[in-house]
């Protein structure tokens, strides 16, 4: 493996500089043997001077209040994490954070020199005696509501640099990222590289403000990207990677090849470092919360539904706020919750989804089409977002291609079942098959082409799996970061050693992402996720809690305890057929509907 890394690091310097660095950026305690090889590779991996100087900049393409909220938190977290040497690692994340975030620097734009007068020596002053930092908080939070509304749209304003670059004004080349992908032989020589950059950008209102810039390569297009600051994409772009790989397997499967429905559109994920990455922007997709809006009188009529639904949750439960009413939702009968959760979804058209999609159709015969394509890509997406328990699948992370119909799934923070075991308000269904996708199916509904493309889907993956399989063992081998807090908080909950937790954690999830592709029934799967994160440590919750939601969640499909025999399929062993049919049941079943947060908008 070292001399096949070597001779990759010779050849293809491009192709493995980025995740070399993100690699090695936390790694500890290396042999004396690693070191040399480390040594050795740092000289072969060097970026040059314009390179540095480009990504120490796309740092910049960021919203620095985001970043102060999140380095606002380390000491807490590093303090019940780190006990023995907090302050030293509280410290020199700070360091890392203040070069680019809270000290000036020549390259800064007005909005980031801004910043840093504002609260630079704030920040160096709560961090050296580790006080005043929740009044800090309070002001950047302050701060942030009066910029977010007018967010900068010129590239100089985050970056000086970037927004004068021309590329005639250095000697040295930069190739444009993530151009080392396919099975032939890349040819660097003919890889397009950074001209200029487009002088405005797009920021996003979402929560963490990303921000889109263009980049005009040497080819005479303009390459758009989302960057993201303080964020690791290394989970992104490995589920990216697999989506390909099922599209590989699917390939394969003669019920799949050349349709073009049967594969999941992908898109580039750069992580250039543990903080910092790029994703390709799919043009011509819009949100389908955006897109299902677009239909006349759909916003208000799916406002007021989910607003009656949250009145419901908070009238059954008898408390007074909605996050509670959520919280609490599980001492209430299943009647009940059914109830709430119909008489909800009947105040809205169920075919508002199929209108949007009419409305992009200039004929009927455009229409089935485009229809067609939607549910099929839609059933590839929710066969591997079940394999790799991939949640938070609300209405703003699903895209909606413009020219095709296809779906397009994104952000993958709530991977291998966290949302289940982690979330405060546990998700209870696997995939996305509310009313208005659903209405989309009539009028057979799941059981015509939705189930059969979701089970063709799974025998893809389930027949011959070991490429699959060695892809989901880098989660375990090298965990992400995002990975290594969960542990850390699954030590706490569960009262386990840190050291421990960090490595069972990993093996953990990725052994339940087997289990699928070995015929597992999901509803016994979800209860485990259930059971080994938070458990009954929720808000709101006790031990009878945890037994009344994993009784919810079997509620016939794994069979009570003492009473396996009863259930309507087995614990292991299914075809793929019979864990769709089980996903599916679990899936559209109003009372885990009914349960689920509101901000998922169960009732749409």
Aim: a positive charge.
């Amino acid at each position: 493996v070292v001399q096949l890394v070597e001779r990759l690091a010779r050849e293809y310097p491009g192709a493995v500089v980025y995740p070399y660095r993100t690699s090695y950026e936390k790694v500890e305690d290396l042999s004396d043997q690693a070191i040399q090889f480390k040594e050795k590779l740092d000289q072969l991996l060097k970026l040059n001077e314009v390179e540095e100087n480009i990504v120490k900049n796309l740092a910049f393409i960021s919203v620095p209040h985001i970043a102060s909220k999140d380095m606002l938190k380390v000491p807490v977290n590093f303090k019940e994490w780190y006990p023995k040497n907090f302050r030293a690692m509280i410290q020199a994340e700070f360091e890392k954070f203040q070069l680019t975030y809270a000290k000036s620097d020549p390259h800064h734009g007005n909005f980031f020199q801004k910043f840093v007068k504002e609260f630079g020596a704030k920040f160096e002053k709560g961090f050296k005696t580790l006080s005043g930092l929740s009044g800090l908080s309070e002001e950047i939070e302050v701060s942030l509501k009066k910029v977010e509304r007018k967010l900068p749209t010129m590239l100089k304003d985050y970056s000086s640099f970037l927004g004068n670059f021309q590329s005639s004004d250095y000697q040295d080349r930069v190739e444009l990222p993530g151009q080392y992908s396919g099975w032939s032989r890349p040819v660097p020589d003919r890889h397009v590289e950074i001209v200029t950059f487009e002088p405005s950008v797009l920021p996003f209102m979402s929560l963490r403000k990303p921000i889109r810039i263009g980049m005009i390569g040497s080819d005479g297009k303009t390459h758009r990207f989302i960057i993201k600051a303080g964020e690791d994409l290394r989970q992104d772009q490995r589920i990216e990677q697999l989506f390909q790989i099922c599209n590989d397997r699917l390939d394969q499967n003669p019920a799949c090849r050349a349709k073009l429905g049967m594969k999941i559109r992908t898109y580039q994920v750069i992580p250039l470092s543990g903080g910092l990455g790029m994703i390709e922007f799919v043009p011509k997709t819009v949100p389908l919360k955006n897109f299902m809006n677009s239909v006349e009188g759909a916003e208000v009529s799916i406002g007021r539904a989910n607003k009656n639904y949250v009145e419901g949750l908070v009238q059954l439960t008898k408390q007074k706020q909605a996050m509670q009413g959520s919280l609490s939702n599980w001492r209430i009968e299943e009647n009940k919750i059914t109830t709430n959760f119909l008489s909800a979804v009947n105040q809205i058209d169920k075919f508002i989804l199929k209108k949007a999609l009419q409305n992009l159709s200039s004929s009927p015969e455009g229409f089935f089409i485009l229809r067609k394509n939607f549910i099929q890509s839609y059933a590839v997406i929710c066969a591997m977002q079940w394999v790799l328990g991939i949640g938070d699948r609300h209405l703003s992370n699903y895209m909606v291609d413009q020219t095709t119909g296809r779906m397009v799934t994104i952000d993958f923070g709530y991977s291998f079942g966290v949302a289940t075991s982690f979330l405060p308000i546990p998700e209870l269904v696997s995939l996305r098959l509310t009313p208005q996708i659903v209405g989309v199916m009539e009028p057979i509904g799941t059981g015509g082409l939705f189930r059969e493309s979701l089970v063709q889907s799974l025998i893809s993956l389930r027949t011959n799996p070991e490429v699959l399989v060695s892809a989901l063992e880098i989660f375990v081998h090298e965990p992400t970061v995002d990975w290594l807090e969960t542990a850390m908080k699954a030590a706490k909950m569960q009262k386990i050693g840190l050291e421990d937790s960090l490595e069972n954690f990993p093996r953990q999830r990725v052994d339940m992402a087997l289990r699928k592709l070995k015929g597992g029934n999901p509803a016994a799967i979800m209860v485990e996720e259930l059971k080994c994160g938070v458990g009954a440590g929720r808000p709101l919750w006790d031990p009878q809690a945890l037994r009344r939601t994993v009784s919810f969640v079997e509620a016939g499909r794994v069979g009570s305890p003492g009473n396996r025999q009863g259930a309507r399929w087995g614990e292991e062993g299914l075809t793929a057929g019979e864990q769709v049919d089980c996903l599916i049941h679990q899936a559209t079943d109003p009372n885990l509907l009914g349960r689920m947060w509101f901000g998922w908008s169960p009732v749409s």
